[in-house]
């Protein structure tokens, strides 16, 4: 038989292994993210369209809402 202490211990056990995969699954998306992130700010470096005045943590967000705002048909961004 289990007893309750047992029951207990193995619900905590499982309550915690929960959330530090939460944890790994959180982790993985903002480094998904910033590697996504940091691959726009290249690519836009690279097609030599920088924007002057602009801060450097502002600027890392401009090619994503670009590519957010890019029609599929033509490949051509919507914002101008």
């Given at each position: 038989m289990v007893t309750k202490q047992q029951l207990l211990l193995q619900t905590q056990t499982l309550t915690l292994l929960l959330l530090i995969q939460w944890q790994v699954i959180l982790w993985l998306l903002i480094q998904l993210l910033l590697t996504?992130?940091?691959?726009?700010?290249?690519?836009?470096?690279?097609?030599?369209?920088?924007?002057?005045g602009l801060s450097s943590s502002v600027f890392l967000f401009i090619?994503?809402?670009?590519?957010?705002?890019?029609?599929?048909?033509?490949?051509?961004?919507?914002?101008?």
């Open positions: 996504l992130l940091l691959l726009c700010n290249q690519l836009e470096l690279k097609n030599e369209r920088l924007t002057d090619p994503y809402l670009v590519i957010i705002c890019q029609t599929p048909a033509t490949n051509k961004p919507s914002i101008e």
